[in-house]
C-alpha cells in the first residue's frame, strides 16, 4: 500500500478512540487506585509528621509500587538470602507480578496498568487533537534513543543484581533511608525545585508530540518489562489468508510495529495493548494468542486479556495480604520517629 494511502487511513483513525474500551477502564480503574493510594499516603504522613495529631491514618502499602529500586535491592536480598523483604514486601510483590504478567501477556503492565503509561497516553491523545497528529522520531534517532532505557535497565541489574551481595542489599532494606523512600518521594514531589519542574515539563512536552515518549525511550522498568516479554508465549498473530491488507493495525500501533506485515509480533516493544485488534475489519484475523492456547481454541479478546489481568493482580494482592507478604513490619512507634527527620536521611 502507497504510503498516501496509509496516511489517510491513519488520520480517519485519528478521530477515534485506538484503544478497546475493556483497557481504557481497565487503566481507568488503577489511576483511581493511585490517586486514593496517594491521598490516603499524604494523610499518612501529615498525621504522623504532627506531634499533636490524634488520628492516625493507615498507612496504604500500594504506595511501595512507585520504590521499583528498593523492589530490586529486595528481589537480589531474596535471591541470595532467602528472606523476603519485610520493609517494603508490597513493592517486591508488585514486581514480581509485573514481570509475570509480562512473561505471559508481553508488557501488558506498560499498556493496560502502569499510571504513568496511562498518563503518557493521555498526553498522546491530546497532542493528537492540538497537532493533528502525533509525530514520529526518524528511525536513525529512534533506534539510539530507545537504547536509554535498556542501558539505564543495565545500570541497575549490573549495581543491584550482579556488583551488590546478599548482605549489603539485605543491609540496604533495613537503613531508615530504605525505610521512609516513599515519605522522601512524596517530599520531592512536593518541594519540585526548578530543575525538577523543568524535566517535567520538558517529558510532558515531549509526551504530546511523541506518542509513549518516556516509556519507548527512558523507563527502565518497562525495559525490563520489554526484555521478559520477548520469552512471552502470547503474541498478536496475524492470518495472512483472510488479511486484505488494509494497514489499519499498523497506523494504530503505538509502538510503530508494522503489524500488518508479520506472522507474529515479536517485538520486545510490542506491549499487548490490543490497539491492533480492536482496529482490525476482519474478524479473527488479528488474534492474541500462544500456542498451546490456540490448540485449544483459547483466543484472548480485549474483554478476555481485562479479565485475566484484573483477576490475576488482586488475587495475588490478596494472597499477598492472606501469607503476611503486603504490609510492611515497621511499627507506627518507628515511623512517628522517622516522619519527621525525613529530611536527614540521604543514604
Ligand atoms: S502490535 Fe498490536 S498489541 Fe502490540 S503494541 Fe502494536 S497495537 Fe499494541
Ligand atoms: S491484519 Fe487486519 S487490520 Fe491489519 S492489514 Fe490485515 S486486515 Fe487490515
Known amino acids: ?38 491521598i490516603q499516603f499524604m494523610g499518612f504522613v501529615n498525621s504522623y509528621a504532627d506531634p499533636n495529631a490524634t488520628v492516625m491514618v493507615p498507612r496504604p502499602s500500594g504506595v ?39 512473561l505471559v501477556f508481553k508488557r501488558s503492565f506498560c499498556s493496560w496498568i502502569c499510571p504513568i503509561g496511562t498518563l503518557s497516553e493521555g498526553l498522546a491523545v491530546v497532542g493528537r487533537k492540538l497537532f493533528g497528529k502525533n ?52 517530599d520531592f514531589f512536593k518541594n519540585l525545585t526548578g530543575v525538577g519542574i523543568t524535566v517535567i515539563a520538558v517529558l510532558a512536552l515531549l509526551s504530546l508530540l511523541f506518542q509513549n515518549f518516556w516509556c519507548r525511550y527512558l523507563c527502565p522498568y518497562g525495559a525490563l518489562m520489554s526484555l521478559l516479554s520477548i520469552l512471552s508465549p502470547w503474541k498478536i498473530r496475524r492470518n495472512a489468508d483472510t488479511c486484505i491488507s488494509c494497514q489499519k493495525c499498523t497506523a494504530v500501533c503505538p509502538n510503530q510495529l508494522k503489524v500488518a506485515e508479520a506472522k507474529s509480533v515479536w517485538s520486545p516493544e510490542c506491549s499487548g495493548c490490543l490497539n491492533c485488534v480492536k482496529s482490525c475489519p476482519v474478524k479473527g484475523t488479528l488474534e492474541f494468542s500462544s500456542p498451546a492456547s490456540r490448540g485449544r481454541g483459547l483466543i484472548l479478546d ?4 481485562a479479565i485475566a489481568i484484573v483477576v490475576i493482580w488482586f488475587m495475588v494482592v490478596a494472597l499477598a495480604k ?24 540521604n543514604h
Open 302 to 305: 480485549s474483554k478476555g486479556v
Open 135 to 186: 509525530f514520529v522520531v526518524p528511525r536513525w534517532l529512534d533506534y539510539p534513543l530507545r537504547s536509554i532505557k535498556y542501558i539505564l535497565l543495565s545500570f541497575f541489574i549490573v549495581f543491584i543484581l550482579i556488583f551488590m551481595d546478599g548482605a549489603s542489599a539485605y543491609g540496604f532494606l533495613q537503613t531508615p533511608y530504605n525505610m521512609i523512600a516513599d515519605v522522601k518521594m512524596l
Open 1 to 38: 500500500m502507497k504510503i498516501k494511502e496509509q496516511k489517510a487511513i491513519g488520520f480517519k483513525l485519528l478521530k477515534k478512540d485506538r484503544a478497546p474500551i475493556e483497557r481504557r477502564v481497565v487503566q481507568i480503574l488503577f489511576v483511581l487506585m493511585i490517586l486514593y493510594i496517594g
Open 322 to 345: 492472606f501469607t503476611g507478604h503486603w504490609e510492611t513490619s515497621i511499627p507506627p512507634e518507628m515511623y512517628k520517629i522517622l516522619i519527621p527527620q525525613a529530611g536527614q536521611f
Open 64 to 102: 511501595e509500587a512507585f520504590l521499583p529500586i528498593s523492589a530490586l535491592v529486595a528481589l537480589k536480598s531474596w535471591l541470595v538470602t532467602g528472606i523476603f523483604d519485610t520493609v517494603h514486601p508490597a513493592g517486591l510483590v508488585i514486581l514480581l507480578l509485573a514481570m509475570a504478567l509480562s
